[in-house]
């Protein structure tokens, strides 16, 4: 069922519309959902500052009435003060002038002032440096020490005003006294002046009740307009503002009173809800969440509840707005939902237009399918085979079903030209890999390959093995007796690989056996050899060699390197080591080349390692090579094996090492035990 490509294509279809429908859904829900949640939280906000701002507004009309009263007044209290400062300037001038006692004058002056009235139950009176009264409308305070009121700061009236006229000349002060005798204390305005002349203070008051009051029925006119405010303020669907002031007492709210809401509390944190008002007042930006049951609604649950706080400090008023989180978050859940269903209604649509076009394009791939079915029937060798019917599809359509049906029918051509050049291929491979075939067996029979090679020889044991990394190889090893004493050992390695490496090793081993002859040292055996090689050598191949002749009545051994790995010698009980033989260029290289020999003897039970590079370079799949220092400790650990015991294992050793890695050099080993 999965398995058709219509099926596929309409499945991956499916796929991508719903990570794209999943995706915008999932952007809309967080971005579209988030700025339209934030736009209803900015417009609560923002009502939040219009009507702090009104209040403040009206505040300050109120405030500047109220401060434009007092102006007023204190202007009228100078202008009395100033008129009662002159009358007593007459007494006291008619005094100086003799017309009457000081005494008089004084007496005079303060019974004139007594029986002085203005409007708003303005009054003087004067007393003297200690705050005695010395002239009052009100006689029952005449005589009496009045030094103890004290002003709205709470500073002695009279010995604070005395002070502030003594160095300004005049002083006003705010206080509440019963000083009329009414049987209850006013809020008075005082306006007091020195006069230095009697060292009186003569001081006037004014009640300002009247003030307040048209302050208060202003205040009054204010909150009722902000309660045709609130009214009309839509907070969310049900939502609502309302303000209570420090007190906890509600000031404007739609339904309920100070009792209903003095005692709510708040789940989350288990304060009353209305302290909880006044800490999140601190950050007016910050809505604060909370559990509440609308008290006057018994069908409501607990509910979840946001609002935001701003305080009006002037009026230590706190202006809160209420609304429930769902109705908050609505507007953006509508948003949401009506794009989740517009992206719903695009990805039906799609599918059913991806339907009939994957349905027609299918129907072609099934044509195609069936001929695709059909070809191995076909006999492509033969000429009376004819072209598939196809060929329509490709001229009637351009887009890529036509371009895969014209590729059918180039394929079928191209398979008919195919399979005749395949079999010509073929049968050359086959006539290629035969002589290559030949080729190694020949290359092969040039080595010596019957081991032991000397059995009548117990002086000692020699092994050695060639692994063409090809069909055949550039390696090459061969022993041979130049006398009955005397071994000739020879190991080398040919650049390159393939036929011309193993055509040029069979040059070289032709040159080493007619050059090595009894008296002739390796030095001037490869000096020789390197010299014919060198002659006519326009493909500038080359070979690295190591030789060297074995005594074998002493042990004695002379040999020679051109440019061949060094070998290892293996003694009987000691520890192995690299033979260090003075190193020349490889064989074919440059003519008149000087080689050198170097001596050493072979005790009994020693061996001697010979190898090419093949061994030391192996790679694994690592790209790790075999190295020297890796050779050298596993001939450590095979110094007592036989020759062809340590090459097999060599030969497994490297064979592990490289498991997995195409073998990419001819490996060659050679191991010489002297027994005498």
């Not at 300037?89 to 004084?106: C, F, P, T, W």
């Not at 009279?158 to 502030?164: A, I, L």
Request: hydrophobic content about 45%.
């Amino acid at each position: 069922m999965f398995c058709s490509i219509k099926t596929k294509i309409l499945l991956l279809f499916v796929a991508i519309m719903l990570t794209m429908a999943s995706l915008l859904i999932f952007i809309t829900d967080r971005d579209v959902g988030r700025a339209v949640l934030g736009m209803e939280e900015k417009s609560i906000r923002n009502a939040m500052y219009l009507i702090k701002l009104n209040v403040e507004n009206e505040y300050k009309n109120l405030l500047f009435h109220k401060i434009s009263m007092l102006s007023e007044r204190k202007d009228t209290m100078k202008t009395l003060s100033s008129f009662v400062v002159a009358g007593i300037n007459d007494y006291h001038k008619m005094a100086r002038l003799g017309v009457i006692s000081e005494a008089d004058a004084k007496q005079l002056a303060l019974d004139w002032t007594e029986g002085l009235r203005y409007a708003n139950g303005a009054h003087f009176f004067v007393y003297d440096e200690a705050g005695v009264i010395l002239a009052h409308p009100n006689s029952a305070l005449v005589g009496r020490d009045l030094s103890a009121i004290k002003d709205v700061k709470g500073q002695s009236l009279f010995r604070s005003m005395r002070q502030k006229s003594e160095q300004e000349g005049e002083g006003f002060a705010a206080f509440s006294w019963d000083d009329m005798g009414m049987g209850r204390e006013s809020r008075q305005l005082g306006y007091f002046t020195f006069y230095p002349k009697w060292n009186w203070m003569i001081g006037t008051a004014v009640q300002t009740e009247d003030i307040e009051a048209d302050a208060a029925k202003k205040l009054q006119l204010i909150v009722n307009e902000l309660k045709s405010t609130f009214a009309k303020t839509k907070i969310a669907q049900t939502g609502h503002l309302f303000v209570f002031n420090g007190a906890g007492e509600i000031i404007i709210h739609p339904y309920l009173s100070s009792q209903d809401l003095a005692a709510a509390k708040n789940p989350a944190t288990g304060n009353r809800l209305l302290d909880d008002f006044k800490t999140a007042a601190q950050h007016p930006d910050q809505p604060i969440g909370y559990l509440w049951k609308n008290p006057l609604n018994s069908e409501e649950d607990l509910s979840e509840y946001e609002s935001y706080v701003d305080y009006f400090k002037t009026l230590d008023w706190y202006i809160v707005s209420v609304a429930r989180t769902d109705e908050i978050d609505l507007p953006a859940r509508q948003v949401v939902m009506r794009q989740s269903m517009i992206i719903g209604l695009i990805f039906a649509v799609g599918m059913f237009i991806a339907y009939l076009f994957v349905s027609r394009v299918s129907q072609h791939l099934r044509r195609l399918t069936d001929h695709a079915m059909q070809l191995p029937a076909h006999d492509f060798a033969s000429p009376e085979s004819e072209l598939p019917k196809i060929e329509q599809l490709s001229s009637k359509y351009r887009d890529e079903v036509g371009k895969l049906a014209e590729a059918f029918v180039f394929m079928e051509k191209s398979l008919k030209r195919y399979i005749t050049d395949l079999r010509e291929t073929t049968a050359a491979k086959e006539r290629i890999e035969s002589e290559l075939s030949i080729a190694r067996d020949i290359q092969m029979s040039i080595l010596p390959k019957l081991f032991p090679a000397f059995p009548d020889r117990p002086e000692f044991d020699i092994y050695a093995t060639v692994k063409p990394a090809r069909e055949v190889g550039g390696d090459f090893y061969d022993f041979f007796f130049l006398d009955d004493d005397h071994l000739f050992f020879v190991l080398g390695d040919v650049s390159g690989k393939g036929i011309p490496a193993s055509l040029f090793m069979a040059v070289t081993t032709a040159f080493l056996r007619a050059t090595a002859v009894h008296g002739v040292d390796p030095d001037e055996v490869l000096a020789r050899v390197n010299t014919k090689l060198c002659v006519g050598n326009d493909t500038c191949m080359f070979v690295t060699v190591f030789c060297g002749i074995l005594n074998i009545r002493d042990g004695q051994t002379i040999c020679a390197d051109a440019g061949h790995n060094p070998p290892l010698l293996i003694p009987e009980g000691g520890e192995v080591e690299f033979v260090r033989a003075p190193k020349s260029a490889a064989l074919g290289v440059f003519e008149e080349m000087i080689y050198r020999n170097y001596r050493f003897t072979l005790k009994p039970g020693d061996k001697l390692f010979l190898y090419t590079d093949g061994v030391t370079e192996a790679t694994n799949v690592n790209q790790e090579l075999y190295s020297e220092e890796r050779l050298k400790a596993d001939l450590v650990e095979m110094h007592d094996r036989s020759p062809e015991a340590i090459i097999m294992e060599m030969l497994s050793r490297i064979d592990d090492f490289a498991r997995g890695a195409p073998q990419a050099d001819d490996i060659t080993m050679l191991v010489l035990e002297y027994r005498r």
